[in-house]
């Protein structure tokens, strides 16, 4: 008997554990995160100022003169793979040297309340922030005006004279943040101003940024997606409707989409991460016409950016890199020789055709 009412107690206990663990798992992006990184980068356009947490790998208030290359790292939606500036720097060793890494982290209203932080501490919504969306406090900023602040910084001379590149990265929903960044960002231009160089990786994300109503079709051909789905081209999957405010001035597509070609872009593919069920996939119409899986959608959007580089005559300055048995893995798909290509220029990575 008191055997069996141990069996009993241990199936509740365990049972007990397994509802706990999944109601975690469910909650994970609407709880707070766990760790809020403990710098603060003061952000203070025009239409107010505000505070990010952020990690720089040294202190970037002083001259850094053997700095050559900045590698900023952009966190997935959940809010909570912060170190993978931490595991890169271990992890790339030698290729690292001379490299400052820079770790910014958006939080919402839940973080902030969470672990009673500042009232300067900016706060967006859930998955604002990826789309380029103001703050919803203190001040309504933009998630690229504060890129715009990190790459002015980079730009800064006095700090950083021997700086030749910059690499902006994101994973998953950062990678959403770093392709829309790339198309619409205005912060290159300092850095370019500067004499650096800036490429943008984007690493399976769910979606891409579209110029029109064209999306990839099964026989390969890219075909008008209205009549399926009205709101194909709804802001961050095309340009038509909802805009953040970041983008004041009238938006042409076609003169976005020219710059865009122009810019050093890489996507960084895991050939595993193929699941048309995946989290955060994206199952509405205007997510779905780029493709059933991440991986599928990344190779529909190299072929559309292609073919448009094609028509406009211009040389094709974007790479797809394809990171062989990876599925949505942040610190794998970083890792990896083409993951260490991208990021660090290491040789051994074969563009994918």
Known sequence: MPT?????LSTIFCASVLRSVSAAEVDVVNSPVPVVLQDRFHVQPENGAGDIPIRVSRDWTFAQTDVTRAVIIIHGWPRRDIDADKDLQQRAGALAEGTLFITP???????????????TTLQWQESGWLQGYDAKSPSPISSFTVMDAIFAHLADRTLFPNLKDVVLAGHSA???FVQRYAVVGRG????????????????????YLYFGDERPQPDGSFADARASCPGVSTWNNGLAAK??????????????EDDYLQRDVIYLLGTADNDP???????ACAFKSQ?????ERGHAYFRYITAAADTARLPQRHRLLEVPGVAHRTFAMYHSVCGLAAL??????????
């Open 174 to 176: 950062g990678g959403q």
């Open 188 to 207: 290159e231009m300092n850095l370019i101003a500067a004499g650096i160089h800036v490429r943008y990786v984007a690493a399976n994300p769910a979606a």
């Open 291 to 295: 493709g059933a899986t991440r991986l």
């Open 344 to 353: 660090f220029d290491k040789p051994g990575c074969v563009t994918t055709p």
């Open 4 to 8: 069996i009412r141990l069996l009993l």
């Open 277 to 283: 069920n995946a989290d955060a996939l994206g199952q």
């Open 243 to 256: 805009l953040p405010t970041y983008l004041t001035r009238p938006v042409s597509p076609g003169a976005l």
């Open 105 to 119: 982290q958006f939080l919402t209203a839940t973080d902030v309340t969470a672990h009673h932080l500042s009232s």
